[in-house]
């Protein structure tokens, strides 16, 4: 069966700290895979998605990347974190855009 | 542009009873529809997917409608548990990638006991 993981599942960081995020998909191959975030209130926001690996499309422009290194690795970086990221962040995977996704459990960030 | 409206935005009931969500949206074109549960602080999980063709699909206690004429969805849950208790989010998607998705801002339900 197909398993995502995220890493961590909280973190505090400082004003203008890097960040790295990371999710691991595990039973399938060549997943399309996505990062979202959630805001209160909000509904989910598509950061990034990957139908392949070095393939990224940016949906939001911010101070966000993303990279897929490996064909089931996905990582949410930044160089200098604001305050407006604090928020869940999500990884998500599906076999095609057409299809249902399937959901990480979430790092919650807070930048202070 | 897409846009899709739950409601109620939020709805507290007893144990045991029924309750239905509703879901409006202007996604053009249409491709289907999807309902997540999404538990506090945890990612949503699907429960169901449906096609344009798909009036009601069925999972568990949970069973959602789909009129795509007037696009309009609901969802339905019977018999109601406490750890139905949680968000629920309607996404309808429209095709091409990911950006064809429009997620909904979620009803939050409680149900006490």
């Known amino acids: 069966s197909q398993t995502i993981h995220q890493w961590p599942a909280t973190l505090v960081q400082p004003v203008g700290s890097p960040l790295s995020l990371e999710c691991t998909v595990e039973?399938?191959?060549?997943?399309?895979l996505y990062w979202y975030r959630q805001a209160a209130g909000r509904g989910l926001q598509l950061l990034f998605y990957s139908v392949g690996i070095g393939q990224i499309s940016s949906e939001v422009p911010q101070n966000l990347s993303a990279s897929r290194p490996q064909d089931r690795q996905f990582i949410l970086s930044s160089k200098k974190l604001l305050l407006s990221d604090s928020g869940f962040y999500l990884c998500?995977?599906?076999?095609?855009?057409?299809?249902?996704?399937?959901f990480g459990p979430g790092t919650r960030l807070l930048v202070l | 542009k897409n846009q899709v409206e739950q409601s109620p935005q939020s709805l507290i009931i007893l144990e045991g009873k029924n309750c239905t969500l509703q879901?409006?949206?202007?996604?053009?074109?249409?491709?289907?529809l999807r309902w997540y549960k999404q538990d506090t602080g945890r990612g949503p999980v699907s429960l169901t997917i449906?096609?344009?063709?798909?009036n009601t699909k069925s999972n568990g206690r949970y069973t959602a409608t789909l009129d795509a004429d007037t696009k309009q969805s609901s969802l339905h849950i019977t018999a109601s548990q406490l750890s139905d208790s949680a968000s629920y989010i309607c996404?309808?998607?429209?095709?091409?990638?990911?950006?064809?998705?429009?997620f909904g801002k979620g009803t939050h339900l409680i149900i006490q006991p």
């Open positions: 039973g399938t191959s060549n997943p399309n």
């Open positions: 879901c409006n949206y202007t996604v053009s074109p249409f491709s289907n």
């Open positions: 996404v309808p998607y429209s095709g091409g990638g990911a950006d064809g998705l429009t």
């Open positions: 449906m096609t344009f063709s798909e």
């Open positions: 998500a995977w599906s076999v095609g855009a057409q299809e249902t996704q399937y």
